[in-house]
């Protein structure tokens, strides 16, 4: 556990150790550094082995059916290993998701589980874990916001802006499982965005399930996404670091946030923009908005005002009732707008969304062989978008030093390259310090990595 400089006055003597394991999205690993920030508060420590921890804490995910599947089998696999290794039984506490989802069902199917913690819930997190190891509530247990001493390891970290989602698409469970929408408030998300500076972090991640609508539950007009970028690239100015926007749905691309990103240094030319279709009809049975027009002319301004901008998208395939003409359309489409970086799922059946009882299921196959050549297009686009760097300088912020069979090397990532979901840059030869921001030439790429020297 980081004991940076943020740690707080009020530590109390140890209580215990903890085993995180995190699952899914960077939403999660947020909420486990959260929950990690307020029991290291509480006096507890950190421990990477199942041996040594007096207690486990598993940050679900379930997402799609096979990620609760996956959360499941680790909870399970735990307790196993516990139980293997007859150490003192490892009471296990089940976070996130799968609570939020499946609560009421989970005590009897999981007889393994101490606890169950609904996402919405985690602050609770040093009453649960004191309850279940018979321990006195420290009294800074009832701090709730652990947003302006939260720590984390590394150079990037992720900053939640909103929870939940009130657009029910008809494929997805999030807002089923996160709740409504809400923004949090600006004063919280600057104050954790002080103290990650403080601790080490150079980039600034902003994410939330819907960030382009950031503001739009405040009673005030000029709260805009845009505006809180700006107050962000403020205190990440003196730090010299960096500001990137993920998963900003097309209608929240305003006038506002392209000029804002254009003039604003600290931001970074990368957008985030999951489409998940193009045909209208599709994009219709699925609740949601826009045509392949509309997303050409979206593409298209944000590529004039702001030449070289990167663009990442999302691409839904086999929905129901997607017929072969528009899995080829989607193709057509993704080929035709070259996108830097594209993730493809194939839709997944999930129960209580709208779209697990509609009509003309897509049979299993023909949703993998449209995803497969989805993938393999992304493939080819990703590998040239990134060949295409070759002979440029870029800043390169480094984030650690791997031993490779020619020796050391530094690895690090540039703004074209969002951390833990792109490639990164191996620099075979230099010196430099996890966290600097070095020049580098870029001098070849293969797949989604570069390889560059330092100058
Ligand atoms: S915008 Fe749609 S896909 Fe994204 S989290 Fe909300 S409901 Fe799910």
């Given at each position: 556990m980081d004991s940076s400089a943020t740690t707080p006055t009020t530590v109390q003597a140890p209580q215990g150790r903890v085993l995180f394991i995190t699952l899914g999205c960077a939403k999660n690993e947020v909420d486990t550094d959260r929950m990690r920030s307020l029991l290291e508060r509480a006096g507890f420590e950190e421990t990477d082995e199942a041996d040594d921890a007096d207690v486990a804490l598993i940050n679900t995910c379930s997402f799609l059916a096979s990620a609760t599947s996956e959360s499941i089998e680790?909870?399970?696999?735990?307790?196993?290993?516990?139980?293997?290794?007859?150490?003192?039984?490892?009471?296990?506490?089940?976070?996130?998701?799968v609570p939020s989802r499946y609560g009421a069902d989970l005590p009897d199917q999981l007889p393994e589980v101490a606890a169950f913690v609904r996402a919405e819930d985690e602050d609770s997190i040093v009453s649960t874990v004191c309850k279940i190891l018979d321990k006195p509530q420290p009294k800074t247990a009832n701090v709730l916001d652990?947003?302006?001493?939260?720590?984390?390891?590394?150079?990037?970290a992720y900053v939640k802006i909103s929870e939940g989602c009130d657009r029910y698409c008809a494929f997805c469970a999030i807002p089923y499982i996160r709740g409504h929408y809400h923004s949090r408030p600006e004063g919280e998300i600057v104050g954790?965005?002080?103290?990650?500076?403080?601790?080490?972090?150079?980039?600034?991640?902003?994410?939330?399930?819907?960030?382009?609508?950031w503001g739009s539950?405040?009673?005030?007009?000029?709260?805009?996404?845009?505006?809180?970028?700006?107050?962000?690239?403020?205190?990440?100015?003196?730090?010299?670091?960096?500001?990137?926007?993920?998963?900003?749905?097309?209608e929240g691309i305003t006038d506002e946030l392209i000029s804002t990103i254009r003039d604003t240094p600290e931001v970074l030319p990368y957008i985030d923009i999951p489409i998940q279709h193009c045909c209208a009809t599709v994009l219709h049975r699925?609740?949601?908005?826009?045509?392949?027009?509309?997303?050409?002319?979206?593409?298209?301004?944000?590529?004039?005002?702001?030449?070289?901008?990167?663009?990442r998208t999302t691409a839904l395939t086999g929905f129901p009732g997607e017929t072969d003409e528009e899995g080829e359309e989607m193709l057509d489409f993704l080929q035709e707008e070259e996108f830097d970086y594209t993730s493809v799922f194939p839709y997944s059946r999930e129960e209580g969304t709208k779209a697990y009882d509609m009509p003309n299921q897509v049979p299993e196959e023909v949703k993998q062989e449209r995803a497969q050549r989805l993938i393999d297009l992304a493939e080819q686009m990703?590998?040239?978008?990134?060949?295409?760097?070759i002979g440029e300088t870029a800043d390169v912020i480094i984030d650690g030093i791997e031993q490779t069979d020619k020796g050391p090397e530094l690895i690090g990532h540039t703004w074209f390259q969002a951390p833990d979901s792109d490639g990164a840059v191996h620099i075979e030869s230099g010196e430099a310090t996890v966290g600097d921001i070095v020049k580098v030439k870029l001098t070849d790429s293969f797949a989604y990595e570069m390889v560059g020297e330092l100058i």
């Open positions: 680790t909870t399970l696999e735990l307790a196993q290993e516990a139980t293997d290794a007859q150490t003192l039984k490892l009471p296990i506490i089940m976070c996130g998701c652990a947003s302006a001493l939260r720590t984390v390891e590394g150079t990037s954790e965005v002080k103290s990650l500076l403080e601790g080490g972090v150079r980039e600034i991640v902003l994410i939330g399930q819907d960030t382009g609508i539950d405040f009673d005030d007009p000029k709260k805009t996404l845009a505006w809180l970028v700006r107050q962000v690239a403020e205190v990440v100015r003196p730090y010299h670091g960096w500001v990137r926007v993920l998963y900003l749905q097309p699925m609740g949601r908005k826009g045509s392949a027009e509309e997303f050409k002319r979206l593409f298209a301004r944000v590529r004039r005002e702001i030449p070289g901008m990167v663009l990703g590998f040239s978008a990134t060949a295409s760097h």
